[in-house]
């Protein structure tokens, strides 16, 4: 998952942003392994609809359930990278770090069959979107606004496409 707010070690995002604002290129480990790149908000729309159903009693809602992309939005690593790099501007770029790594899986996946057939979710937001909302966010944040507001601001924008 992508979005604005995740200032995690060893997580993708932010070490981008990390290195981009610092004007570096971005280390990557894993450039070509593929993964459900999705905005946050979409899963988390979601889960608020299963809950719902779920705090309505709804007991065939009990189980397990995913929340992911449509099939175009499996992409690489180096895909995101580069989108995410097109979105920040000029001077962003990456390299493949050839150091030792933890074993990685090369393809995650997710089937999101049973949420849209059973809840009627389907994802709101593509890659691009996707991408530009997390640079979006970081980026306003970078100059000075504040996360809460940013987050509010995007999940109101994110709410009109429902």
Same mark, same amino acid.
């Given at each position: ?7 995690g ?8 942003v ?7 290129p971005v280390?990557?480990r894993?450039?070509?392994?593929v ?6 908000l979409?899963?988390l ?19 397990s359930?995913n929340f992911? *992309? =449509?099939?175009?939005?499996?992409? /690489? !690593?180096?895909?995101?990278? $580069?989108?995410?790099?097109? %979105? ?7 390299k ?12 995650l996946?997710?089937n999101p069959s ?6 009627a979710w389907? *994802? =709101?937001?593509?890659?691009?979107d /996707? !991408?530009?909302?997390?640079v $979006?966010?970081?980026?306003? %944040?970078?100059a000075g606004?504040?996360?809460l507001?940013l ?12």
């Amino acid at each position: 998952m992508i979005g604005g707010g995740d200032w995690g070690e060893d997580r993708l995002v932010p070490d981008m942003v990390r290195a981009l604002a610092a004007n570096e290129p971005v280390q990557i480990r894993a450039p070509n392994s593929v993964r459900p790149w999705q905005h946050v908000l979409d899963p988390l729309w979601g889960y608020l609809q299963l809950t719902e159903q779920l705090m309505a009693g709804n007991k065939a809602r009990v189980g397990s359930w995913n929340f992911g *992309p =449509r099939p175009s939005d499996f992409q /690489s !690593v180096a895909a995101l990278v $580069e989108k995410f790099a097109d %979105h920040w501007g000029p001077g962003a770029s990456w390299k493949c770090d050839d150091g030792p790594h933890p074993k990685e899986t090369r393809i995650l996946s997710l089937n999101p069959s049973k949420a849209m057939a059973e809840l009627a979710w389907s *994802p =709101r937001l593509g890659l691009d979107d /996707s !991408v530009q909302m997390t640079v $979006e966010w970081y980026k306003q %944040h970078q100059a000075g606004a504040d996360g809460l507001s940013l987050s509010l601001n995007q999940i109101g924008r994110y709410s009109k496409w429902l």
